[in-house]
């Protein structure tokens, strides 16, 4: 688990303390909550509305909530969405403009809200994700003014994994179960309470006002022992990390299209991920037709639009669209971010309504390369 030092027990009694601290603190907290049977991050202000006693039950195309009663916060594994939508909603106002008098338009840029948000109970598949949205949106003299002002108003606490689902396999996209950098706070869960460590100054200064007591040698062997028990309880892993060689030469294999027979092209994978961010611009203009929004929504390699060039669809059906969609998370984003797009948070294999499974389907490449080699 790391450096021990620093590392302290808060009771859950303490819990409430916390989100005090953060409201004083001006930021207002984003939690994990049960909405309609599932789990969502959302803004609240008491721990009140944490799932605690929940489990998750997921498998491909099925999720499933039950309360066991059970004193935890964070039995369950991975919530619906992640925390994409806190740095990057599914629709958000970039800029107006407005007809004047004299018939001139007025343009005015709309930047993002500048409240500090307190995002509470991250878990580390979802970290490694928001690394790797930086990627994008933070590219150095690219940079998305949008996105950057959410992600300077950003704390980040969060929880590693107790317990691992059905479609979890982080353990072999080296993204989870524990968070090692890049957070605030970073709590770990016990039967009693947490065991909380900074990793900024902002985390170290809301921690020492909270008064705490060091962990105790048996509080930091026993959350060791529960993240070596996620890691190994998680029964899926990816083939390998870098399709590049597997993908190569492999666009009109017959593969594509036996998944596009299974496929809806209802872009749920795309939308549940955390790390696309394929959006598209459109207008919206007033009533009063003076006036009009610019304003950016989530997109999807599902939809036939998102692949309109001069108007024209460059994909024309679900076998190109979904392998666009692979062959870019697993394989391109090698070449473009140096690293796979996915961090194995499995959602895409829960929400898919007719289970298309990406840890079957990529092994199938993997399997027929090693099948022709022999
Ligand atoms: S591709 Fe699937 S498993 Fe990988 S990060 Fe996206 S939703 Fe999670
Ligand atoms: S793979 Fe599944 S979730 Fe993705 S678009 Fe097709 S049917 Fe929808």
């Known amino acids: 688990m790391g450096a021990t030092s620093g590392v302290q027990f808060l009771p859950f009694k303490e819990l409430e303390l916390l989100f005090q601290q953060f409201i004083q603190a001006g930021y207002s907290i984003h ?52 925390v994409k939508a806190a740095l990057f909603p599914p629709s958000e106002v970039l800029w107006s403009a407005e007809q004047q008098a004299g018939g001139e338009l007025d343009f ?17 598949c979802d970290l490694a994700a928001i690394k790797l949205m930086d990627r994008h949106f933070l590219r150095s003299g690219a940079e998305d003014p949008w996105y950057q002002q959410r992600r300077a108003n950003l704390l ?59 962990a105790k040698p048996e509080q930091l062997a026993k959350a060791d022992e529960q993240l070596h028990t996620v890691a190994t309880q998680q029964q899926r892993a990816i083939a390998t990390n870098d399709f590049r060689c597997h993908f190569t030469g492999q666009e009109e294999s017959p593969v594509w299209q036996q998944i596009a ?12 991920c955390p790390t696309c961010f394929c959006h598209r611009e459109e207008e919206v203009p007033s009533l009063d ?46 070449d473009q971010f140096g690293e796979s ?34």
């Open 261 to 272: 027979d299974r496929c809806l092209g209802c872009g749920n994978c795309t939308a549940v």
């Open 156 to 214: 980040l606490i969060t929880v590693s994994c107790s317990s691992a689902s059905g479609s979890c396999f982080c353990a072999s996209t080296a993204t989870g179960p524990e968070s090692e950098s890049g957070f605030d706070l970073r709590l770990d869960e016990l039967d009693t309470g947490f065991l909380i460590r900074s990793g900024s100054e902002q985390g170290e200064i809301l921690q020492a006002q909270l008064g705490l007591k060091e």
């Open 341 to 374: 797009g996915c961090v194995g948070c499995g959602r895409c294999i829960t929400w898919c309504p007719t289970g298309v499974d990406l840890l079957e389907e990529s092994a199938r490449f993997v399997r027929d390369q090693l099948r022709d080699q022999s």
């Open 31 to 82: 939690a994990p909550q049960v909405v309609d049977g599932a789990i969502l991050y959302s803004e609240t202000e008491s721990i009140d509305m944490l799932p605690r006693g929940v489990v998750d039950h997921q498998q491909p195309g099925h999720y499933r909530l039950t309360e066991t009663g059970g004193s935890r916060y964070f039995s369950w594994s991975s919530a619906l969405q992640g």
């Open 289 to 334: 037709l003076q006036g009009s929004l610019h304003q950016r929504v989530w997109d999807s390699c599902f939809s036939g639009e998102h692949s309109q060039l001069h108007g024209v669809p460059v994909r024309t059906g679900r076998r190109e669209r979904y392998r666009q969609w692979m062959m870019h998370k697993l394989a391109g984003w090698h």
């Open 108 to 124: 005015t840029q709309v930047l993002a809200p500048q409240q500090a948000v307190a995002l509470f109970g991250v878990r580390a």
